[in-house]
């Protein structure tokens, strides 16, 4: 806060009183008088801090009004110098506002030129933790007319929660606290009293008071770290010595349960069903939390609930889940507890899983009391680590943490479109349901290939099309051109091949809103599986193989192959992406676990077990890693390829390509040769595009023919390099954007 006057020229010591509302029931704060000002006087930012708990008693007329006055301090009498109305409400929306307002003088007809500054800040009120750490007092007042008093703090934070510190035996005036900790909880229904320290003489008969303090717990909400502070003690409006202290404000985060069912559930009713329900306990230093679901009336052993609740968490790492049997006429039943650590939710943020509960058999040890569905979500302030005050445990904060709302959001989209392709690969297919069109003859369309496949590899890449349109005067961007080719691209190889040119060229009207590039090829397929086409279509399977093409041009392969092959590389993309998001892992970790395989894989296999994958992975055997586990098992044998794991997992890390270049070169060069050969070249792509080898042979074919310059069969990390830049969608798959 700060003045502005243009007339006044004689020193004033001025203060601001502050009124928020017009009633009896008003806050009034005022700050400190700044001594021996002109006329632009500076409050050096001092804040006051109101609270909102009940904006109802400070309302008049549909208005909050706040009235700020500058007064000058004198010896007399003090000096109204100017004061201003204004209405609230406008800064309710949480937007910080700094502006100046002019100053007036009531019942007066004379006009002001002086004015104030003020900055508005709405704050939501949080929930959490205060911690009080009292250092020493100084210079208290002596309540003993002989030998040393035995000062204590006393805290009281609204009715009926007080806690206080232990007394210093003979500390005098200057006693020691020893850095002593008192911690409270802040909640909905306690943050807006004001924290009352008192400090007093511990006597045989009745204590007596030092002095008193007051203060708001809302500046600290918003502090950033800790500080300590040297607090003046009042007895009346007596000076009676100081306390200095540190106060911290340690936010909650948010735990939401979904507690959605139980299974296999231990009966405890020999008779009829029973009602089962489940409490959730977490305690920390200061704060007990106990919460519970409705009743599932005659659920029996497979109660449904489908009910979220909400625990906030600062320090609390444990909680304890137990199942319960309500009886009307009796005490409940325990059906089965278990207690669970908080940790792995608050490093992934999300976790779903059937828990299992235990109860105490009649031999004294632990039965399976059947399982519950659980879904757990964590969601704390940005840059906070979980659980806080607990220094001899790991903490997680939002960096290692999984974003819920937006890892849920690629998750039902990926479930939405692999749904989506599910359903239109079972769907019954009508091979060449449109005619051919008769426009250009099979000749005329081979011509125009050739003409545009610059390099002469019966491919059309991102490079050529962009050559052709410049030389024809068009302008484009790289983004048209990538655009252009995923129209046309039917295997995501980022080019077109003849067979994704010729259907587009003979189909009658490439520009209606349902043509599919993709269903063309699948129905060619399906032509070539023995369907015969209708009456004027080609009755080849695709387009005529062009002449001198590489082998398996223009020759589709089998449908139900290619469409068997598709799912499984659809479901591999879903949980490999899964694994990077939950894992948050990054190129250094990839490089990180294939060096430490590396060292373990004596005989050289390059092969790794379930049991291995998951200690090298450093992750829990869950059942959904063991699914992505089988889905690299392609022979059923027990044991996954490392290296063509590792490579599908590098596309759905945000790396360079040239990094990752660097990467495949490295892990595939396997006699460190400085060479790669075809059959390496294969496994790279067979791990890129995980896909079968029958499937990424032509690719591989295609890169060698272009890349190999001395005829020696293997490229070089060079001519690795220039493949990178000449096919990049093939090195590269951009699985990221669904292809």
């Not at 002001?112 to 959490?128: M, R, Y």
């Not at 004596?602 to 450093?618: P, R, V, Y």
């Not at 599908?648 to 040239?658: A, I, P, Q, S, V």
């Amino acid at each position: 806060m700060s003045t502005k006057d243009q007339t006044s020229s004689t020193k004033i010591d001025p203060y601001i009183k502050l009124q928020l509302g017009k009633n009896k029931k008003a806050q009034r704060k005022r700050t400190q008088t700044q001594k021996n000002c002109g006329k632009n006087a500076d409050f050096k930012n001092e804040q006051a801090f109101f609270d909102m708990h009940e904006p109802g008693l400070t309302m008049l007329d549909g208005d909050i009004v706040l009235t700020v006055a500058v007064w000058d301090d004198n010896m007399i009498t003090d000096d109204l110098l100017g004061e201003v109305e204004i209405s609230i409400l406008r800064f309710f929306d949480g937007t910080k506002i700094k502006e100046w307002f002019p100053l007036s003088l009531p019942k007066s007809s004379s006009k002001l030129t002086s004015e104030i500054l003020l900055e508005f800040d709405f704050e939501a009120a949080l929930i959490g933790m205060l911690s009080v750490t009292i250092y020493e007092g100084r210079n208290l007042k002596n309540m003993e007319l002989v030998g040393k008093q035995d000062p204590y703090c006393k805290f009281d934070f609204g009715k009926k929660y007080t806690k206080r510190s232990k007394t210093v035996k003979k500390g005098g005036r200057n006693p020691y606290f020893k850095e002593e900790e008192l911690l409270f909880w802040v909640s909905k229904d306690n943050w807006h009293n004001d924290l009352i320290l008192s400090c007093y003489d511990e006597d045989v008969g009745s204590d007596d008071l030092i002095g008193q303090a007051r203060f708001s717990v809302l500046p600290y909400m918003v502090q950033e770290e800790a500080k300590q502070e040297l607090v003046q003690l009042r007895n009346k409006k007596d000076k009676t010595g100081e306390i200095l202290m540190k106060i911290e404000f340690l936010p909650a985060g948010t735990l939401t349960i979904q507690c959605i069912a139980g299974r296999n559930l231990l009966a405890t009713e020999t008779m009829g069903n029973q009602d089962p329900y489940v409490v959730f306990i977490t305690e920390g230093l200061c704060q007990k939390t106990t919460k519970r679901t409705k009743t599932d009336v005659d659920g029996g052993t497979e109660p449904q609930w489908d009910e979220t609740l909400d625990i906030k968490v600062v320090d609390q790492y444990n909680l304890i889940v137990e199942c319960w049997d309500k009886d009307a006429l009796s005490k409940d039943d325990l059906i089965g507890k278990t207690e669970m650590s908080l940790l792995p939710i608050f490093k992934k943020g999300f976790v779903d899983d059937w828990v299992p509960i235990h109860a105490k058999s009649k031999w004294g040890g632990n039965e399976s009391a059947g399982e519950l569905h659980l879904i757990f979500e964590f969601v704390g302030p940005p840059g906070v680590a979980y659980p806080q005050h607990q220094p001899t445990m790991d903490s997680f904060d939002d960096s290692e943490r999984v974003n819920v709302v937006r890892k849920r959001q690629k998750e039902e989209a990926a479930k939405a479109k692999a749904e989506a392709q599910a359903a239109a690969s079972a769907a019954p297919k009508r091979p060449g349901a449109m005619p051919r069109s008769d426009e250009f003859s099979d000749e005329e369309i081979l011509n125009a290939f050739r003409f545009i496949d610059l390099d002469k590899n019966m491919f059309i890449g991102a490079a050529e099309i962009r050559h052709v349109l410049i030389c024809m005067g068009e302008l484009i961007t790289d983004e048209e051109v990538d655009m252009m080719i995923s129209m046309v691209d039917s295997d995501g190889d980022g080019q077109v091949s003849y067979q994704e040119f010729y259907l587009l060229v003979t189909d009658p009207d490439p520009g209606r809103p349902d043509f599919n590039v993709k269903e063309s090829v699948a129905a060619a397929d399906a032509a070539a599986d023995g369907v015969a086409p209708p009456d004027g279509v080609w009755s080849g399977a695709g387009p005529p193989p062009p002449p001198n093409a590489p082998p398996g041009a223009g020759i589709p392969s089998s449908n139900a192959a290619k469409q068997k092959e598709t799912q499984l590389k659809q479901q591999k993309k879903l949980l490999l992406s899964k694994f990077s998001d939950d894992n948050h892992l990054r190129i250094d970790t990839v490089e990180r676990i294939y060096t430490k395989f590396h060292q373990i894989d004596k005989d050289g296999s390059g092969q790794i077990d379930f049991a291995e994958f998951c200690s090298l992975m450093e992750i829990e055997p869950t059942g959904e890693y063991r699914q992505l586990f089988n889905l690299f098992d392609e022979d059923n044998s027990g044991d996954v390829d490392i290296k063509e794991f590792m490579l599908g997992l590098l596309n759905f890390t945000n790396t360079d390509k040239e990094h990752k270049l660097a990467f495949m070169f490295k892990v595939f060069d396997e006699d460190h040769s400085g060479n790669l050969s075809e059959d390496e070249l294969v496994k790279i792509l067979r791990g890129n595009h995980m896909a079968s080898e029958a499937a990424v042979l032509k690719k591989a074919k295609t890169i060698m023919k272009q890349a190999d310059k001395d005829g020696d069969n293997e490229i070089n990390y060079e001519e690795f390099q220039v493949i990178a830049q000449k096919f990049p969608n093939i090195l590269f798959p951009d699985f990221k954007r669904g292809s």
